[in-house]
């Protein structure tokens, strides 16, 4: 039987593991899926890898009660086996397996490992099959080639948010879209890094929506979510009842690492809109992106391990690289960026 959008699923599909992965013949690859996911996506990945050659492994299984390591003493063990054990990991992931003990045995033995957690066909087909994947790597590459090259930073909103920070030009700056080499990659659209911790000061106001696994999974806001940053730890949490939600689930976590800043990203996926899956709002066009609690070693930072790790959406931000704009309430404005970032738009 047909389902809707297969044939532009397929194509998705095959740009994954050929064009993004790199799948190459007699290579493993394992596929896996929670039972809040959405099957055909695996079932689609797994017929592409197959139709190249590789060895393929789809694990299907009960859904974790939270991100990371907080959900993995519900997951099997065979599965904790299989993930440091293959070539290619895909993970489509309602509820993630990143960042629990296995994902870290799995980049220590150089797994390449692509992150597309909990999107549906639509987005799928979206963020992936409609890219123009030469017209985004020109545009990602210029500006993350600028922001390497920044000192300072500082990033506004309408909203409120107001935050500034320092950077290392040693640290490496993440421009996710090819997922072909060892270590961790995330859908396309985004790039990520780590600031000077400690230099991260001011307020970040989630207006977009906010993603922490089980309880703390809000998704889009009904109204914006007010950290103040004192030195890259959050001091206080202000707003209406979801910012009570998301202060009670700190408390519970009872960690205080869970509280540092720990990586900052823009989002340019130009099929991207706002749905409540953080996948996917992380990189909605011209926002900038807050994660914190646990920092991936693809950062390079000086924070590291924490019992989970949560993010929040900052829509339309402005953004200043040694004070001067390069992006303007969400559209791209620098001169070496504009005419870039408008093709991968057509």
């Known amino acids: 039987m047909l389902n809707r959008k297969d044939l532009e699923l397929s194509v998705a599909a095959s740009k994954i593991v050929k064009d ?4 190459k013949k007699d290579e493993s690859i394992l596929i896996t899926i929670d039972s809040a996911g959405e099957f055909i996506l695996a079932e689609e990945v797994s017929k592409a890898a197959e139709a190249i050659g590789a060895k393929v492994h789809l694990a299907y299984h009960s859904t974790p009660p939270g991100y990371g390591k907080l959900g993995e003493h519900r997951l099997p063990d065979s599965l904790m086996s299989a993930i440091p054990n293959t070539d290619v990991w895909i993970e489509l992931n309602n509820q993630w397996l990143l960042y629990n003990s296995a994902f870290e045995k799995a980049m220590k033995n150089d797994v390449r490992y692509l992150f597309l957690g909990g999107m549906n066909v639509d987005q799928i087909v979206r ?36 935050v500034s920070f320092a950077m290392n030009p040693k640290r490496p700056i993440n421009s996710e879209l090819f997922a072909d080499t060892p270590g961790p990659h ?7 890094w780590a600031p ?3 230099t991260i000061n001011g307020k970040i106001v ?8 089980g309880k703390a999974d809000l998704g889009i806001l009904e109204e914006p979510i007010t950290l103040t940053i004192n030195n890259g730890v959050i001091t206080n949490i202000d707003g209406g009842k979801e910012a009570k939600i998301l202060e009670k689930w700190l408390k519970e976590l009872d960690d205080p690492r869970m509280y540092n800043m720990v990586h900052v990203c823009y989002g340019f996926n130009p099929g991207a809109v706002l749905s409540g899956l953080c996948t996917e709002d992380e990189r909605v066009w011209g926002c900038t992106e807050w994660g914190f609690g646990y920092q991936g070693p693809m950062f390079d930072g000086a924070l590291g391990d924490a019992i989970s790790h949560a993010d929040g959406i900052c829509l339309n931000s402005t953004v200043y690289l040694d004070g001067e704009i ?21």
Not at 186 to 192: D, E, H, N, P, Y
Not at 206 to 213: E, Q
Request: glycine letters at 8%; one cysteine or more; charged letters at 30%.
């Open 186 to 192: 995330f859908l396309l659209g985004q790039i990520s």
């Open 206 to 213: 989630f207006d977009g929506s906010f993603s922490g696994g």
């Open 326 to 346: 390069i992006i303007d309430e969400g559209e791209v404005v620098h001169e070496e960026l504009a005419e870039l970032a408008k093709k991968c738009k057509q």
């Open 20 to 23: 993004l992965a790199k799948l």
């Open 127 to 162: 963020c992936v099959g409609k890219v123009d994947l030469a017209a985004q790597h020109a545009f990602q590459t210029k500006i993350v080639e600028m922001t390497k090259k920044a000192k300072h930073m500082r990033i506004t909103t309408a909203a409120g948010n107001d």
């Open 196 to 198: 000077i911790e400690e």
